[in-house]
């Protein structure tokens, strides 16, 4: 989990400036009604740092923990598209080096442990599924090649 927590941490710090360079009016833009705005975005990145937190901590002192969450509803329920973007973006900074931090101290026979999210998958695939998500939303949100991810 070693690679996977500098890989990440390598991520987080390579883009945190240009997340904070990027305009409100640019962060606030929808596409159209039922798209998600780059803040959105951002902010549903903080709700998946959330829950993957709870999965990875969980999973180690729980068999097969079933930790799922609707995407949509804590998007809306948080309303980022009015929460203060200074503070967001700290926010995802935070809970990502907060994750680095689980990786980095998780011993490796706690890395095939599984959770149940859609199907069971071990916390390592977690971890590098993780990575994989963020960067297509980072991809998304500084407009960059997109990333597939599925």
Aim: with cysteine; net charge neutral; glycine share 2%.
């Amino acid at each position: 989990m070693q690679f996977i927590a500098s890989e990440l941490e390598s991520i987080i710090d390579l883009n945190l400036p240009a997340l904070n360079t990027i305009p409100k009016s640019k962060m606030v833009y929808k596409t159209s009604p039922g798209k998600w705005s780059k803040k959105e975005i951002v902010g549903h990145m903080v709700d998946s740092a959330q829950n993957n937190i709870r999965r990875f901590i969980v999973a180690g002192y729980e068999e097969n923990p079933k930790i799922v969450y609707n995407q949509d509803k804590w998007v809306a329920t948080v309303n980022y598209q009015e929460y203060d973007l200074s503070n967001l973006t700290k926010l995802w900074y935070l809970l990502n080096k907060h994750i680095v931090a689980i990786l980095k101290n998780m011993p490796d026979e706690m890395k095939q442990r599984k959770c149940l999210t859609e199907n069971p998958n071990t916390l390592e695939w977690l971890a590098q599924d993780y990575i994989k998500h963020l960067r297509h939303h980072l991809h998304q949100v500084l407009d960059l090649e997109p990333v597939a991810y599925p």
